[in-house]
Structures are given as structure tokens and as C-alpha cells.
């Protein structure tokens, strides 16, 4: 997953980007911070702020909103 989100949120594909992340939390699988940053990167390609502050309440839940690179990636939205 981490992979899939990754790649298309890195060659500008944000909107398939969100889709695996929300296909990902549907199924059941705990995002890491890999999963974190690549979505919010993907939420300020498209600048879809609602889409980024659900990302951003799910890494609160997660335990993720102290990790350097995750709240580098939120500055950055």
C-alpha cells in the first residue's frame, strides 16, 4: 500500500494517491508514517484542505503528530 501511495502521489497523481488511502483505512490497515506524509503530499498537490485535515485527525488518533517527518509534511499543507 505504502508503495501505491507513494509512487502516485511522487508523479503527481494525488486524486489516485487518496483513493488507496481511503481503500486502505476501508480494508482495515493501520497507515504508518510512510502512509501519513505520502497522502498529505498528495492533499497539497490537489490542495484539498478537507481531505487533509481528516489525514491529520487520523494521525492524531495514531499516535504520529510528534514525528519529525509527518509534522514537516503537515507545515508544508
Known amino acids: 500500500w505504502n508503495t501505491m501511495i507513494a509512487a502516485y502521489s511522487q508523479h503527481g497523481d ?3 494517491a487518496l483513493r488507496l488511502f481511503e481503500q486502505m483505512q476501508q480494508e482495515c490497515l493501520p497507515p504508518n508514517k510512510v502512509t501519513f506524509v505520502s497522502a498529505l503530499k498528495a492533499c497539497t ?6 481531505h487533509g485535515q481528516r489525514i491529520h485527525a487520523c494521525i492524531i488518533k495514531s499516535g504520529f503528530e510528534l514525528d519529525i517527518f509527518v509534522g514537516s509534511t503537515l507545515i508544508d499543507m
Request: aromatic content about 0%; proline content about 0%; overall charge neutral.
Open 45 to 50: 498537490q490537489l490542495t484539498a484542505l478537507k
Open 14 to 16: 494525488g486524486a489516485e
